[in-house]
C-alpha cells in the first residue's frame, strides 16, 4: 500500500493546474520531476512562508527559513546519522560562508561560560550555533537563546564576540535563502545524471513517492 493516496494533490504543475501523487508517479522524466518538486516547494513553502516576509513578522519568518534550509539539506545532501545537525549546516554556510567559519578564541572563551560542556558538544562553526541555538530552540519552545534578531541593528549578520551571541536580519536571512534555493534547483536540473545533489534530489522525490 502507498503512503499517500495517488488523489492527494502533489503541487502545481508548469502551467498552475494541481497535479496529484498519482500523476506524478507515472512521469518517467526526471527533470520533470525535479521541476515538480521545484514547484512543489515554491507553491507550498515560499509563497506561503513570504506573507510573514510581507507583514514584517520576524520570529516565524526566521523560523520557516531554518526549517527551508532544512528541508533542502534533506533534499540535495545525504543524511548523517552521527551528526542530526549536516544537513542543516551544509545548506546554511552555502547560503552565506560566514556561517561556515569557526568562532574566534573569545567567542568561543564566552560560549564556555554561558553553556555548558554537553550543549557546546561539536560547535565547531557559526552555522551550529544557529542550528543548536535558535533553530532547536525556537522550534521546541519559540525562543532564541543564542542567535537574535533585529531589523535595525544589522543589514545582514553580525557576530558579538564579548556577549557570544549573532544578530541577523530576518529579511536578509530569508532573502539569501531564496536566492539559494532559486540557484541550486537551476544547477541540479542542469547537472550531469551523476551529480551527487541531482542524485540526492531524485532519491528524496521518490521517497515522497513511495
Not at 46 to 73: H, K
Not at 177 to 198: G, H, M, T, V
Request: charged share 30%; with cysteine.
Amino acid at each position: 500500500m502507498k503512503k499517500i493516496p495517488d488523489k492527494v494533490i502533489f503541487g502545481e504543475d508548469a502551467l498552475n493546474n494541481g497535479i496529484t501523487y498519482g500523476s506524478v508517479r507515472n512521469i518517467m522524466d526526471e527533470n520533470e520531476l525535479i521541476n515538480l518538486l521545484k514547484l512543489r516547494l515554491s507553491v507550498f513553502f515560499i509563497n506561503q512562508v513570504q506573507v510573514l516576509q510581507d507583514s514584517r513578522s520576524a520570529f516565524p519568518l526566521a523560523t520557516m527559513t531554518c526549517i527551508g534550509i532544512e528541508t533542502l539539506g534533506e533534499v540535495l545532501l545525504q543524511k548523517d546519522d552521527d551528526d542530526t545537525s549536516y544537513q542543516f549546516v551544509g545548506i546554511i554556510r552555502k547560503v552565506d560562508q560566514r556561517f561556515g567559519r569557526k568562532p574566534n578564541k573569545k567567542f568561543e572563551a564566552k560560549l564556555k561560560e554561558i553553556w555548558s560542556e554537553d550543549d557546546l558538544k561539536n560547535i565547531d562553526c557559526f552555522g551550529k550555533i544557529v542550528y543548536r541555538f535558535f533553530r532547536n530552540t525556537m522550534i521546541h519552545g519559540y525562543q532564541g537563546k543564542g542567535v537574535f534578531l533585529s531589523y535595525e541593528d544589522t543589514k545582514n549578520i553580525e557576530f558579538d564576540d564579548k556577549n557570544a551571541y549573532l544578530i541577523i536580519n530576518p529579511d536578509w536571512f530569508w532573502n539569501s535563502f531564496k536566492d539559494y534555493f532559486s540557484n541550486e534547483f537551476k544547477l541540479i536540473s542542469n547537472a550531469q545524471n551523476n551529480d551527487p545533489k541531482r542524485d540526492n534530489c531524485l532519491k528524496y522525490i521518490h521517497s515522497l513517492l513511495e
